[in-house]
């Protein structure tokens, strides 16, 4: 019942101070002199006994990333008219899958690529591509597919995320733990992938992986309703529940038994004589964040003594303040006793350090400074649907936003006892959004649950770190593996 009332009343908007920047101390960019120290840091945590995770959300269909393709497909014309599909055909050869795409087209239509081009026949080599008989690629995860070219072997992302995991977040024991969300459809082809490639790159890397894998909830499904907020039913009569969006992995990275967690999307990735700017500012947010996490430890157990004296609690008031951008102006008017309470609740939380890249317009969400419902400000990610753009005040403060959010995350999830925090107890759940979609032909409202890395993590500790575009680089669009990065 809940969900159907939030498809009549809707989601509110964030209540906006300001958009996070480098002038307003919204985002961190440390010295060098200060990279330097937290480079050290990591280093020295990863030499620990301390359990490091790289999470990776890898579930659903490449069919957007092919959707240019697809099109064509259903076109009228049967020759390449697009900028889009020229440029596709045009540089077909360039593409890591083309040697397989040539051997199925050989197997399908008794014609290689150069043979079917020189014939005019593009559909061919397209229906090839992604359809059965063929290679499939619109129905499978971006994951598995061949982005990137190599001598000994082409790699899909889930092979650079193993060498990514080799790169940054090797412990003591030379152990690289790796997490992937996946679509229970596909999960046999993840583990069989993994299983065939992890035994090279750890003899190239001189590691051993612990790769596992897990699925949504389904408990995390949420109804669908129709244009009139009412439960939409399928051709059948069954209602339909489908699943809530990223923001439901909040549940699958509670339940991973880790200290230190690092979240990256799987199509951003690099071949390897670029991955050197990714495992250097990988290094230097995770040392930013454990460096945080000492001190706000330190902190805490002071506070457990009962005996911190007014300047030492204004000290960490100002820790609470300028180093994780948390504020509030009833600060002012506590107490001893009242702010050493609000401190213990405010410090005792998750924190996370997120990277942030300079605004270039490359859609997604962006950080902000933020009212909570407790009237203090503190950073979040939002998304362009929290924002109410319909107030010009809040909308210049989002297109005059100077970085946005490339999913670049570090987290830390246990409390200053070694206890694991229960991450869904840190959920904005009014940061969910409603979606359009269809099913078979009807229209359909979605409701999806507040994003992993935006209400999810809504009352979570935060700081930004501006990190260069280098770290970014997303394949949204097939014709995004031609960019140089890719090549």
């Known amino acids: 019942m809940a969900q159907l009332a939030s498809f009549k009343t809707g989601f509110p908007y964030l209540h906006l101070s300001a958009a996070a920047s480098v002038a307003n101390g919204g985002i961190y960019v440390p010295t060098s002199e200060e990279e330097d120290a937290y480079q050290k840091a990591w280093q020295a945590y990863a030499n620990d006994e301390k359990v490091i995770v790289k999470f990776v959300p890898a579930s659903g269909a490449a069919s957007r990333m092919f959707k240019n393709l697809f099109a064509f497909l259903d076109a009228e014309y049967d020759t390449p008219q697009t900028d889009f599909e020229k440029t596709f055909f045009n540089r077909i050869s360039d593409f890591a899958f083309a ?8 197997k399908n239509a008794n014609a290689g690529i150069s043979e079917l081009l020189a014939e005019g026949k593009y559909k061919a080599i397209v229906s090839t591509l992604l359809t059965l008989p063929g290679m499939n690629y619109g129905s499978l995860p971006k994951g598995l597919l061949k982005f990137h070219k190599y ?3 082409n790699r899909t992302p889930v092979e650079e995320h193993l060498v990514e995991g080799a790169l940054y977040t090797t412990n003591r024991h030379n152990k690289v733990n790796i997490h992937f969300t996946v679509s229970p459809e596909h999960r046999l082809l993840f583990q069989d992938l993994v299983e065939k490639k992890a035994p090279y790159y750890e003899k190239l890397h001189n590691v051993t992986y612990n790769v596992t894998f897990s699925e949504q909830k389904s408990s995390t499904d949420t109804i669908a309703a129709d244009m009139d907020n009412n439960p939409f039913r399928d051709n059948n009569g069954k209602l ?6 990223h923001g439901a992995l909040i549940e699958n990275l509670n339940d991973l038994d880790a200290d230190v967690v690092f979240i990256k999307n799987i199509d951003n990735v690099v071949p390897d004589k ?16 454990v460096t945080i996490q000492k001190q706000v430890f330190d902190y805490l157990r002071k506070l457990d003594t009962d005996e911190c004296p007014t300047e030492q609690l204004h000290e960490m008031l100002s820790f609470l303040e300028n180093r994780l951008c948390c504020k509030s102006g009833e600060t002012r008017t506590m107490d001893d006793s009242q702010l050493a309470g609000y401190l213990r609740q405010k410090l005792n939380r998750p924190i996370r350090v997120c990277g942030m890249v300079r605004n270039v317009g490359e859609p997604g969400g962006g950080p902000f400074l933020t009212y909570n419902n407790d009237g203090t400000i ?12 319909n107030d010009p005040q809040k909308k210049a403060m989002f297109e005059q936003g100077t970085h946005f959010n490339p999913v670049d995350l570090v987290c830390a999830v246990r409390d200053y006892k070694g206890h694991k925090f229960d991450l869904t107890r840190h959920v904005d759940k009014a940061t ?6 269809s099913k078979d032909g009807r229209e359909l409202k979605a409701l999806e ?5 935006n209400g999810a993590m809504s009352d979570w500790n935060t700081i930004f770190v501006e990190v260069p575009l280098s770290t970014f680089n997303p394949v949204k669009t097939v014709n995004d593996l031609l960019r140089e990065q890719h090549q």
Request: charged residues 25%.
């Open 99 to 106: 040697e397989e795409l040539d051997e199925a087209c050989r």
């Open 240 to 245: 339909l529940f489908r699943p809530g969006g």
């Open 151 to 153: 001598p000994e072997g």
């Open 378 to 389: 503190s950073l979040q990610i939002l998304e362009s649907s929290q924002i109410d753009m």
């Open 274 to 289: 670029l991955k050197g700017d990714t495992v250097r500012y990988k290094k230097l947010i995770a040392g930013i964040l």
């Open 432 to 437: 969910g959004f409603i979606s359009h979609k």
């Open 449 to 453: 649950l507040p994003g992993l890395w």
